[in-house]
């Protein structure tokens, strides 16, 4: 599902209006934006991955914590097009902020719901540790949300860096899978 | 197949005219139908996870029991459309309480031809138990859809009930799949 | 990919332009077109389950004749559309045909391609059969073409007709499976 | 994911705006646009396919360059459709050729980083051999994209000519892997 997410997004890129360098530059943007959306699915596809993967229960509150977790990660391609549209205005930036953050809280949650099931002294528990990127990127998108308002540009760098912090693979987890 | 209905619906929802709060309003009601379709088809998906989980052997009927519980959960990103662009006028309300009801119908359907082929005495039969409550939310859109055409809400009202309903996680199976 | 394919089509239904039972007369042919897509795409589904289901090894004419098949109907969304604007119109109607004739040629091919892997004396071998009703089906749409010219409803009976034909389920394969 | 692209593509494809053989024509060349995205997608599935089936172990970096990849191919529904749009503009057929050339290397990265997990003596690296078919397909995109800009059909044609190379099954890998 993550996978169609991410297709939808591209789904949403205009064709540009003409076949030269100047109708190639109004699209730029917007490939940027994508491009910003498909790190974060990205990032949550391969993170939900690595996690599933060393998990071998599951329960029904894990089913609706992983629903609830797609929820979120399913309107990422809509506002990353009222993103774009509105060319980084204020109120799209702050509630694109705010469907990451509650995608990270939904990905917290779901981390709890499947510890609890496993139990802290599991293989899984100690791969997945305190979980403090993700309450890390929690808190950043508190901070940026407010500050879209001030400028939106602060807003994206913020989130650019917190996709970036989770570009660099998760050595710990990996060791401990292996 | 049921993610990509789920993501087809938020392909649908419209992006805001405009970047003000003014300008999110008019999307408010579509989300709220969204999510309510998410949580429909959501539904259907843990439960259908579930089943087939359970399920160790298939034959042409349970394909085919499967295909036309598919039929009407495709069609639910139609009917939500139709709803929300109808703003819950009376008919389309009416129509996407029959396509919820034969949804049901043919979960229904799917549920005996598995336990058709599995017999009354296996972990599946006791972990699906005398599907009481699919008989009941079928029986509570029977009575939905007429009611409808006095009151969309009233209809509306009904269908949220029986989200919920399913919502609460069915501690039965689980323990018996446990 | 063929339920994408499916998806595909329920994304292409217009939602009426009204919410009374004139605005929604003129979408149940189209309802009506998308229900027969939807027979089509899940008789090759099904079937296409059961055999690779049978199936234990792979090689690259395998795939590629998979690809094959998957390519025809993945232009059946596209010509579902243009039969239903078109209001059953003789050309589209026989191009309907014509992709539907090529899917079942790619797929006798499939089916030669994981016979010549498997060796005559498999139990695959022996659940496909001499694909008797492959073959008929070809020759049904080889027939219904040219009639698209003289009637299309002619046409779109005989389609129908291989259609039923094939949701009988077929006990011969079941049962060796079984 | 590569099933996802593949099926936008044909949702991309415009139903032809009438129902005779004149009508038809305009559509001609988008059919065979879409063939060809098709073959190229159809390509890096079928090998993708041969190379994670071969393949038990990953890690982050293999995660990641799946993604790169799957980040590429992404792109070619976006181009394929801008090459249609533009008539086989110089530009846009430069582009398409940027993106095939990108998607190349990120399936040369995915190789690097598998077999740098697998060692050189593994059963997958003997499989794999050195890439000299991906190596000169980069290669003769190298060589394409600036014709593109002299005529758009040489590159066209190079593109076509990498495609069919492609098709050719890879037999060594084959007898590698049965």
Same mark, same amino acid.
């Given at each position: 599902?993550?996978? @169609?997410? @991410?297709?939808?997004?591209?789904?949403?890129l205009r064709?540009?209006h003409? /076949? $030269?360098?100047?109708a190639l530059?109004?699209v +730029?943007? +917007?490939l940027?934006?994508? /491009?910003?959306?498909?790190?974060f !699915?990205?990032?949550?596809?391969? =993170?939900h #991955?690595h996690? &599933?993967?060393a998990?071998d229960?599951?329960?029904?509150k894990?089913?609706w914590? =992983?629903l609830h977790l797609l929820f979120?990660l399913s !309107? +990422?391609?809509f506002?990353?097009?009222? +993103?774009?549209?509105s #060319?980084?205005a204020? &109120?799209?930036?702050?509630v694109?902020?705010g469907? !990451? &953050? !509650?995608?990270?809280?939904?990905?917290?949650m779901l981390t709890?719901? @499947?510890?609890?099931? #496993?139990?802290?002294?599991?293989?899984l528990? *100690?791969?997945v540790?305190?979980?403090t *990127?993700g *309450?890390l990127? /929690? /808190?950043?998108?508190?901070?940026?949300i407010?500050?879209?308002?001030?400028?939106?540009?602060?807003a994206?760098?913020i989130?650019v860096?917190?996709?970036?912090f989770?570009?660099?693979? $998760?050595?710990r987890i990996e060791?401990?899978?292996?």
């Amino acid at each position: 599902m993550i996978a @169609i997410a @991410i297709t939808i997004m591209v789904l949403e890129l205009r064709v540009p209006h003409g /076949a $030269d360098w100047a109708a190639l530059r109004p699209v +730029v943007p +917007v490939l940027l934006t994508y /491009a910003l959306g498909f790190v974060f !699915l990205g990032t949550y596809w391969n =993170n939900h #991955h690595h996690m &599933l993967h060393a998990t071998d229960r599951i329960n029904g509150k894990i089913l609706w914590a =992983n629903l609830h977790l797609l929820f979120w990660l399913s !309107l +990422v391609p809509f506002v990353t097009r009222w +993103v774009g549209e509105s #060319h980084f205005a204020p &109120l799209p930036t702050a509630v694109y902020g705010g469907v !990451l &953050l !509650l995608a990270a809280v939904a990905y917290l949650m779901l981390t709890i719901a @499947i510890l609890a099931l #496993h139990g802290p002294s599991s293989r899984l528990a *100690k791969a997945v540790g305190r979980e403090t *990127k993700g *309450k890390l990127s /929690a /808190a950043l998108y508190v901070v940026a949300i407010p500050l879209a308002f001030v400028s939106p540009w602060i807003a994206i760098g913020i989130y650019v860096f917190v996709a970036l912090f989770w570009l660099i693979p $998760d050595r710990r987890i990996e060791s401990t899978i292996r």
